[in-house]
Each structure stands twice: as structure tokens, then as C-alpha cells.
């Protein structure tokens, strides 16, 4: 089992960064494809960014690309999010998920909530206008 989590939410100017960490204990990172996501009040858990457990290649949103950066330390078996230039509508609680490769996992995107096994308990980011 993996237990993820997450820091580094805070209040923040439009405008402004955070840098979120997630941190795992019990099994290592190595094996995982990590991702974060975000939900806002009365909305959907919405898909932010993911690296891959296969050499660390990157997706995100549409709507965060140029401002989000998803990295990986498996040393210290620790994913981050460094937002940039935040805007209101980025005020969220963020989460991190890890999702084990398997057969299966050759059709996911990684995209989906469903697709990840471990969550953490989350993180606020409130944006200020």
C-alpha cells in the first residue's frame, strides 16, 4: 500500500505561485504513474497534470499548460506542482494520486480519476482576485 500526502496550498494573489509537494510512504514511487488533480466546490475532480513511471513524460489541461510543471524526485519519492501565474478559477482542493503499472495500464490516459489506485487527502489552494 501507498500512503500519500500533500503541502504546500496556501492563499495566493492572482498572479502569484505555490509549489505543491505529495510524499509517499509505504511503497516506492518507481513503479507508479503520479498525477495531480483538483476539485472545486460543487464540481467534478478535474485531471491537472501526470508524469509517467516510463521515463517521466508529462500531460496536463489544457487550461494550466505554460503555468503548471509536474516533476518527480523517487529518490525522496516525492511528486511536485509548481503553479505559476494563478488565477482565481485554479482555487481547488488539489490531490495527488499514484497509479500502479499493470496490463491495463496500457490503455490509460491517465486522465481519469479512476484509473489511479492511492490518493492523498488534499491540499487548499484559494486564489485571490
Known amino acids: 500500500q501507498v500512503q500519500l500526502v500533500e503541502s504546500g496550498g496556501g492563499l495566493v494573489q492572482a498572479g502569484g505561485s505555490l509549489r505543491l509537494s505529495c510524499t509517499a510512504s509505504?511503497?516506492?514511487?518507481?513503479?507508479?504513474?503520479l498525477g495531480w488533480f483538483r476539485q472545486a466546490p460543487g464540481k467534478e475532480r478535474e485531471f491537472v497534470a501526470a508524469?509517467?513511471?516510463?521515463?517521466?513524460?508529462?500531460e496536463y489541461v489544457d487550461s494550466v499548460k505554460g503555468r503548471f510543471t509536474i516533476a518527480r524526485d523517487n529518490a525522496k519519492n516525492t511528486v511536485y506542482l509548481q503553479m505559476n501565474s494563478l488565477k482565481p478559477e485554479d482555487t481547488a482542493v488539489y490531490y495527488c494520486g499514484a497509479s500502479y503499472f499493470r496490463s491495463g495500464s496500457t490503455y490509460y490516459t491517465y486522465s481519469r480519476a479512476g484509473e489511479y489506485d492511492y490518493w492523498g487527502l488534499g491540499t487548499q489552494v484559494t486564489v485571490s482576485s
Open positions: 509505504g511503497r516506492t514511487f518507481s513503479s507508479y504513474t
Open positions: 508524469i509517467r513511471w516510463s521515463g517521466g513524460s508529462t
